[in-house]
């Protein structure tokens, strides 16, 4: 809801109120009179109102509106529709009011309100005494003959009347009073509930009447009744919390969470409310603890528990009472919460993270809840679980990004989204021949820290795309791995790259070239055959020519990779292990396989001169590669301490911004020729 729309809810509110509790007074102001007169006249009209407050006291039960604003059912309105039916309106709305203060009072709500609420009752109760009136049954008025058919029919008439009046009443209140929109399914729920409650409570009235008129001592048995009443609401209202509830942390549970969903989302006013597509302010944030299966594996399911219980406690404390926390199964938590503004997604996940930045201590154990979170912003038409798919899938990709990430949910990162399969489509266009000049290879040279020469080059993928522009070769391939086009892309690599060691070749330059894989590639033997024929249709040496996979492709499907892998060395080819040391860095994968380069990984190489644990990370691969006779390549080096480092080390050659970034063949060429002399370092 916006400003100007609250302000405007806010006024609509006041003169609701105010118009209601002007017909209360007015109409009490009118009877007031009369009403004193019967009251001295009948005593039992004390014991009637007495009997009324207490069961204001003893409150029957609460149900949330869609505003969880509280609506109170209290039994107190069987008590003074008895008072009616026997003495007349203006005792009732006394003994009403006199009522409504007492619950206002137990409850803690403000007076103002109850005021408000004692005209609602004012103009049902005006209804029914309207019936009465017609009908003028017997019984309650003076001693004379009863007419039973016609009695009844007036008394029910008159009890209708109530229902109808105080339903629209309610209905009006929630809509102009609140800005609940009508079509609201948990609205009319709500009301509808309401009134059965109270149809339930009004038809003991005519037995209390009745009662009051032949001996008053049966009135106070009916609290036997209310009190089963009672019972029964308040179980069945504790069961509909508890399916909404997780029972372990007391966090809402994925339906709460989606009757949350709704209720915010009825609370958009018509007027604010944003055309299909657009962003309603709605947004998801959902996380899972890192390596929570590890604690509830190592230390049981009593400290796993107790873990959960802390983090549910945490993010409780941490968020705004506005954010709404569930815990949606597992170790898997949510918070939902409305905003206009744009950056709240952002400061709720930082909030949410930082929580979770100490660990949790049980038992002396200091456990580690960090999380990776996924946002998901709500767009207006969509349902709960398309932006729960959303968070999801935002969630899943900042798992893979590692350690607290944060990733917000863009239709690229999801498999599946339509966009992603736009990405796939424009992909296989752009293999196409039509597709000629949007997708490229750029070569980023690899030095020598010995002697500054230029051994090898690394061919990586760079595709222009004709509508959004350059495309991270990261999101490319994510795309791509997903899908058959993963194989069409690596020939086209194989062909480019081959192509341009015949051309490097013929122009007397001597270089390896690496390529990359996927995991997709190394599962068939499409790959080793289709590199065989190319190098051989080009006549270029196979050890000329590299492959380069990543540790995560061999942990995929071991057997099957390492055929592949055979298979390309059998060729001639090199193999070099990329991003060494991200993975599980097996050093069985060095024994076993036949590698001949291991790249070192950006992360260690960057931090190796400030931290000693990377520098030494990077200083036994070198010095265990060197062993085995296996080659290394620091990747990703930017500035000279860092090349000086790895000089001292040993490693072998270095890759990258210092030396230069990747560039298209052409460009390369003229780069290679005057060499600077600066990059030979004396070790
Ligand atoms: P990679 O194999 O680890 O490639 C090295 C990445 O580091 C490249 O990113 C490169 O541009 C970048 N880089 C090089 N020097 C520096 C430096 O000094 N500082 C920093 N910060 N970065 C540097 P790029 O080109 O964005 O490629 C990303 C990844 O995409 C590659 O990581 C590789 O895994 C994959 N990739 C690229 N081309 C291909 C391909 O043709 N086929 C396959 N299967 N994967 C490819
Ligand atoms: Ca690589
Ligand atoms: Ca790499």
Redesign the pocket.
């Known amino acids: 809801m916006d400003g100007t729309t609250a302000l405007r809810v806010g006024w609509r509110r006041r003169w609701y109120a105010v118009a209601m509790a002007t017909v209360a007074a007015g109409t009490v102001a009118v009877l007031a009179d009369d009403a004193i007169r019967v009251a001295i006249a009948h005593p039992q009209i004390w014991l009637m109102t007495g009997l009324a407050l207490v069961a204001g006291w003893i409150t029957i039960v609460m149900l949330a509106t869609p505003q969880r604003i509280p609506m109170v059912i209290s039994p107190a309105i069987c008590f003074t529709f008895a008072i009616l039916l026997c003495w007349g309106l203006g005792p009732a709305i006394l003994a009403q009011a006199l009522a409504l203060a007492v619950i206002a009072w137990r409850r803690r709500r403000p007076l103002a309100e109850a005021a408000q609420i004692w005209g609602q009752y004012t103009l049902a109760f005006l209804a029914a005494a309207a019936m009465l009136w017609l009908g003028d049954p017997d019984p309650f008025e003076r001693d004379g003959p009863t007419h039973i058919a016609s009695d009844a029919v007036t008394v029910l008439a008159a009890m209708i009347a109530w229902l109808l009046v105080f339903a629209t009443v309610e209905l009006l209140h929630a809509v102009v009073g609140r800005g609940t929109p009508l079509r609201c399914p948990g609205l009319r729920r709500v009301v509808a509930n309401h009134v059965l409650f109270k149809a339930a409570l009004l038809s003991m009235s005519p037995v209390l009447a009745v009662a009051a008129h032949i001996n008053v001592g049966f009135v106070p048995l009916v609290f036997i009744p209310l009190y089963a009443v009672q019972r029964l609401a308040r179980l069945s209202a504790d069961r509909d919390q508890a399916a909404r509830m997780d029972p372990l942390t007391g966090l809402a549970n994925r339906a709460g969470l989606r009757n949350r969903f709704q209720e915010l989302l009825a609370d958009i006013p018509k007027s604010a409310r944003p055309a299909p597509g657009a962003p309603t302010g709605l947004v998801l944030l959902m996380l899972d603890l890192d390596r929570f299966k590890h604690v509830n594996d190592s230390l049981g399911h009593d400290v796993g528990d107790r873990v959960l219980t802390a983090v549910a406690n945490r993010l409780t404390m941490a968020l705004p009472t506005t954010a709404t926390v569930a815990r949606l199964g597992g170790d898997e938590f949510a918070v939902l919460a409305a905003s206009t503004d744009p950056g709240e997604a952002e400061r709720l996940g930082s909030a949410t993270l930082r929580a979770l930045t100490d660990p949790v201590a049980i038992d002396g154990l200091q456990i580690d809840v960090s999380a990776s979170l996924g946002i998901g912003h709500h767009a207006a038409g969509e349902d709960f679980g398309k932006l729960m798919r959303h968070a999801d899938v935002a969630m899943y990709e900042a798992k893979k990004l590692g350690g607290s990430s944060v990733v917000t949910y863009s239709a690229i990162g999801d498999h599946n989204s339509p966009q992603r399969l736009h990405l796939i489509a424009d992909l296989r266009d752009a293999l196409l021949p039509t597709g000629a000049g949007q997708l490229a290879?750029?070569y980023?040279p690899q030095v020598s820290l010995a002697t500054g020469e230029v051994e090898g080059v690394?061919?990586?993928?760079?595709w222009q795309h004709p509508r959004l522009g350059p495309i991270?070769?990261?999101e490319l391939?994510t795309v791509a791995e997903h899908s058959s086009v993963?194989q069409q892309?690596?020939a086209y690599?194989v062909n480019e790259v081959v192509a341009q060691l015949a051309a490097w070749q013929a122009q007397g330059i001597q270089l390896r070239a690496s390529?990359?894989?996927?995991v997709r590639?190394l599962y068939s033997d499409d790959l080793a055959t289709h590199l065989a024929r190319r190098l051989a249709e080009h006549g270029v040496p196979p050890s000329r020519l590299q492959v380069?996979i990543?540790e995560s492709a061999l942990l995929a499907d071991p057997s099957r990779v390492q055929a592949t892998v055979n298979q390309i060395a059998a060729l001639g080819c090199t193999i070099a292990l990329?991003?060494f040391g991200t993975g599980y860095s097996s050093l069985q994968h060095l024994r076993r396989l036949p590698i001949g380069e291991v790249?070192l990984?950006?992360s260690f190489v960057?931090g190796m001169v400030d931290n000693p644990g990377d520098a030494a990370i990077i200083h036994s691969i070198v010095a265990m590669a060197r062993l085995l006779g296996i080659r290394t390549v620091a990747?990703?080096?930017?500035d000279e301490p860092t090349r000086l480092a790895l000089a001292a080390a040993g490693c072998t050659l270095v890759?990258?911004?210092?030396t230069a970034?990747?560039m298209p063949a052409a460009e390369l060429a003229s780069w290679l020729v005057p060499r600077p002399p600066a990059y030979v370092t004396a070790v």
């Open positions: 290879l750029h980023q690394e061919a990586l993928l760079r991270p070769p990261a391939l993963m892309l690596t690599v390529l990359n894989v996927s590639d380069e990543t990329d991003d790249k990984d950006r960057a990747e990703g080096v930017e890759q990258g911004w210092i970034p990747a």
